[in-house]
């Protein structure tokens, strides 16, 4: 199946006021972009001294300031928060939003935060139980009248969520492992999210995850593919190329990872190029970093000479969200 693409970009929220958040927010949803993103963590990363807007009532914030773009987390794990009382509040924002909210989970990564903040940092594969338990426990309060739920992180008795979201929220699952974080995508998932750490292996990651779904018996035709991505897009190549080695000493390993061999920058032209690549592989969705302390004129070069491109001739599929084939 061939889905349109999706572009969604990141919202200023490290280092940054709530104003200058609102004013992009504002302006990428009158560009047209599919959705909005925000990290959650509760402190900067690394440099936990950086000050940064918490993710959730970000999005509220946003939800309650635009009219159409998608709004979600890359990515919200297990332990921050009661999985209970985030599906309510994940209904409460659908509610704002009339039905615009999209949950990315993920296991966690940054230890420090969560024990700074009094919350548990168990290992990896602990980590890994809990955001499957939470998947299970967020469905079930959205769809069910009420939940009940005895695992072994987490244990709900009851629990009632009302109102419910306005559309059945489709559940975004971040990151690269092959047979945990895989295996719980295949079963939770209507998103898979590619990090960009791994996004010159994307192909690669993209098979694992279709013979996971195999494994299982699941469906992975079903599961929509993200990449979290850096753009840079300039008018000139002698531009982008400036802003490509500005970029790959900012971000270094993690975002800039791979940036100049497998990134998407350059031109308009060549980003198309870039992204066109990406989709060959399988890859429908492109959750962007444009690159820049102000990320405004990039999104609307981007939008302006890109979007209306890839858009053209391309028949929209149906939304994953609400799928009855899910494997749960």
């Known amino acids: 199946m061939t889905r349109a693409p999706h572009?969604?970009?990141?919202?200023?929220?490290?280092?940054?006021?709530?104003?200058?958040?609102?004013?992009?927010?504002v302006h990428f949803d009158a560009l047209g972009f599919d959705?909005?993103?925000?990290?959650?963590?509760?402190?900067?990363?690394?440099?936990?001294?950086?000050?940064?807007?918490?993710?959730?009532?970000?999005?509220?914030?946003?939800?309650?300031?635009t009219e159409r773009i998608q709004l979600g987390t890359l990515v919200t794990p297990p332990f921050f928060r009661n999985p209970a009382v985030l599906a309510k509040q994940i209904a409460t924002i659908d509610q704002i939003a009339d039905g615009r909210v999209i949950?990315?989970?993920?296991?966690?990564?940054?230890?420090?935060?969560?024990?700074?903040?009094?919350?548990?940092?168990?290992?990896?594969?602990?980590?890994?139980?809990?955001?499957?338990?939470?998947c299970q426990i967020l469905r079930s309060?959205?769809?069910?009248?009420?939940?009940?739920?005895?695992?072994?992180?987490?244990q709900v008795k009851e629990a009632i969520c009302e109102p419910k979201p306005a559309r059945r929220p489709?559940?975004?699952?971040g990151g690269?492992?092959?047979?945990?974080?895989?295996?719980?995508?295949?079963?939770?998932?209507?998103?898979?999210?590619?990090?960009?750490?791994?996004?010159?292996?994307?192909?690669s990651k993209i098979e694992a995850l279709r013979r996971r779904c195999d494994e299982l018996d699941c469906d992975f035709e079903r599961i929509?593919?993200?990449?979290?991505?850096?753009?840079?897009?300039?008018?000139?190549?002698?531009?982008a190329r400036e802003s490509l080695a500005k970029a790959s000493k900012i971000y270094g390993g993690h975002m800039g990872a791979g940036l100049e061999e497998h990134g998407i920058w350059g031109?308009?032209?060549?980003?198309?190029?870039?992204i066109e690549r990406h989709r060959a592989l399988g890859c429908s969705g492109f959750l962007i970093e444009f690159f820049g302390r102000d990320t405004r004129p990039a999104a609307q070069l981007f939008a302006e000479s890109v979007m209306p491109r890839m858009r053209e001739n391309r028949t929209p599929q149906p939304a994953p969200p609400g799928d009855p084939t899910r494997c749960d």
């Not at 909005?36 to 939800?63: F, M, Q, R, T, Y």
């Not at 995508?185 to 010159?200: C, E, F, K, P, V």
């Open 224 to 239: 929509a593919v993200s990449q979290q991505c850096v753009v840079i897009i300039e008018e000139s190549e002698s531009a």
């Open 103 to 134: 949950p990315g989970l993920g296991a966690g990564w940054f230890q420090p935060e969560f024990e700074s903040y009094g919350n548990r940092f168990p290992s990896l594969g602990q980590r890994m139980q809990a955001l499957d338990e939470c």
């Open 35 to 65: 959705s909005a993103w925000v990290c959650d963590h509760v402190v900067g990363v690394p440099n936990p001294k950086l000050p940064i807007l918490e993710a959730w009532s970000l999005i509220a914030a946003v939800a309650a300031v």
């Open 7 to 25: 572009f969604g970009v990141t919202l200023p929220q490290i280092k940054r006021s709530w104003q200058e958040c609102r004013t992009a927010a």
């Open 141 to 154: 309060m959205w769809d069910e009248p009420s939940t009940s739920f005895d695992g072994r992180h987490f």
């Open 170 to 173: 489709p559940i975004l699952i």
């Open 176 to 203: 690269t492992g092959e047979k945990k974080l895989m295996g719980i995508a295949a079963r939770r998932a209507d998103i898979w999210n590619n990090m960009a750490i791994t996004q010159s292996v994307l192909g």
């Open 267 to 274: 031109t308009p032209e060549r980003v198309i190029e870039c």
